[in-house]
């Protein structure tokens, strides 16, 4: 398979783990904070999976849309902007010495 220009092999045994996944009853038990990208022209997941999964966590909870972005981030100025966003959401929740 190729995403984003790149090969990636996916073999039967993944297919098979992902489709035996309840997303939302998984996502729903994490009881951590979540914090979700979902760019709006990314070819890769549609938003609607991307809200499905925002729907299903629990509080707290963030979603950033990364406008013109595409699945992996190849270009630097989105994975800056995400990398940033990570750092600052992330401080509110990990204890620091």
Known sequence: MVLAGRTFTIRRAFLEDVAAVR?????AQIR??????????????GIDCAG???????????????????HLLT???DAVFVS????????RYLAYP
């Open 75 to 77: 270009h630097r100025e």
């Open 84 to 91: 940033g966003v990570i750092a600052a959401w992330a401080a």
């Open 52 to 70: 499905s999964i925002y729907a299903a966590a629990k509080h707290p909870k963030s979603f950033v849309a990364i406008d013109g972005a595409d």
């Open 32 to 45: 951590r904070p979540l914090l979700l990208f979902h760019s709006p022209v990314d070819e890769i997941v």
């Open 23 to 27: 997303l939302a009853s998984s996502i």
